[in-house]
């Protein structure tokens, strides 16, 4: 992964748990291959992962989060 604090569908539950920690806001962005936003992923979400005895980060997190453009 290039990206130090961005996941992608493939990334460990483990490594996404340190990353959220590094992080410190709460979430991070999925992303596909060529950088396209999949979802975000939230400390909520891996409390209910966790409650739920799944590790696969690509089962866990918000497919449809709320986004903005940014218009220059």
């Given at each position: 992964?290039?990206?130090?604090?961005?996941?992608?569908?493939?990334?460990?539950?483990?490594?996404?748990?340190?990353?959220?920690?590094?992080?410190?806001?709460?979430?991070?962005p999925?992303?596909?291959?060529?950088?396209?936003?999949?979802?975000?992923?939230?400390?909520?979400?891996?409390?209910?992962?966790?409650?739920?005895?799944?590790?696969?980060?690509?089962?866990?997190?918000?497919?449809?989060?709320?986004?903005?453009?940014?218009?220059?």
């Amino acid at each position: 992964m290039t990206h130090k604090l961005v996941l992608t569908q493939d990334t460990d539950l483990k490594e996404a748990v340190l990353l959220l920690d590094k992080n410190g806001n709460g979430f991070l962005p999925i992303i596909d291959a060529s950088g396209k936003l999949l979802g975000i992923l939230t400390d909520g979400d891996i409390r209910r992962a966790i409650i739920k005895n799944e590790t696969n980060v690509d089962k866990i997190y918000n497919k449809n989060p709320i986004v903005a453009s940014v218009q220059e």
